[in-house]
């Protein structure tokens, strides 16, 4: 089964408008951690945001937030007023277990295009 | 400022020569990790290091070897590259504390074979 599932492979939106990217995710831990990355053409990874599974409070950073549902296992992303450079490909990650070296486990990325 | 660094950040090298991946740290992180991520796919761990322990995912293939000679830098070694081993390799690296902290990225290398 996938550990992280990201539905949407591409999404366009309007500058200025405000996007969510969906996310939802599959663990039987109770401690665990969420993470978007956007990854822009030139290839780097970039840490958006970060939500923890005991956190109450949705994460906010900025335009980014994570719209958290625990019950309903799904971490989606909210980007308000989009710009031209939040064009990239966007990825949901999800590390379980508490202080160790565990890897992080990738959904498959949605592209997402801000139109002008 | 603190960061990793990946290079070079293009290689090009031919089928079955082999080819050395450097990335280096200043964030003194205890764990280093290795991705490989190909064309519109997810990244793909192949490896990490946990401080000197090294830690190879079970479906990494044997032509992949990774060194790590001090904290700052750890290297990927591909003994001999084939055209599928043409991707996007990225070096990321964490602390290892008992919170959540994200894994910091690289720039990444793409590798091209020939």
């Known amino acids: 089964a996938q550990k992280i599932t990201q539905t949407q492979p591409g999404m366009f939106v309007q500058e200025k408008e405000a996007v969510t990217l969906d996310c939802t995710y599959d663990?039987?831990?109770?401690?665990?951690?969420l993470f978007w990355y956007k990854q822009p053409s030139s290839g780097e990874m970039i840490f958006l945001i970060y939500?923890?599974?005991?956190?109450?409070q949705n994460a906010t950073e900025g335009r980014y937030s994570l719209n958290f549902q625990k019950a309903r296992k799904s971490a989606n992303l909210v980007i308000s007023a989009s710009q031209l450079g939040d064009s990239a490909m966007y990825f949901c990650?999800?590390?379980?277990?508490?202080?160790?070296?565990?890897?992080?486990?990738f959904g498959s990325g949605t592209q997402l295009t801000v139109l002008p | 400022d603190a960061m990793v660094i990946q290079n070079p950040r293009y290689q090009v090298t031919q089928f079955g020569k082999p080819v050395t991946l450097s990335c280096s740290q200043t964030?003194?992180?205890?764990?280093m990790y290795w991705y490989q991520q190909k064309s519109s796919q997810a990244p793909k761990l192949l490896f990490h290091?946990?401080?000197?322990?090294?830690?190879n995912e079970a479906d990494t293939p044997d032509n992949f070897q990774s060194r790590r000679p001090n904290t700052s830098f750890c290297f990927l070694d591909i003994r001999s590259p084939g055209l599928g081993d043409a991707a996007m390799y990225l070096c990321?690296?964490?602390?290892?504390?008992?919170?959540?902290?994200?894994?910091?990225f690289g720039p990444g290398t793409r590798l091209l074979v020939l």
């Open positions: 990321a690296t964490s602390p290892l504390e008992g919170g959540w902290e994200t894994q910091y």
């Open positions: 663990t039987s831990d109770q401690s665990y951690g």
């Open positions: 939500q923890g599974s005991y956190d109450e």
């Open positions: 990650a999800m590390r379980e277990g508490r202080g160790s070296a565990r890897q992080l486990t």
């Open positions: 964030l003194n992180h205890n764990v």
């Open positions: 290091y946990y401080d000197k322990d090294f830690n």
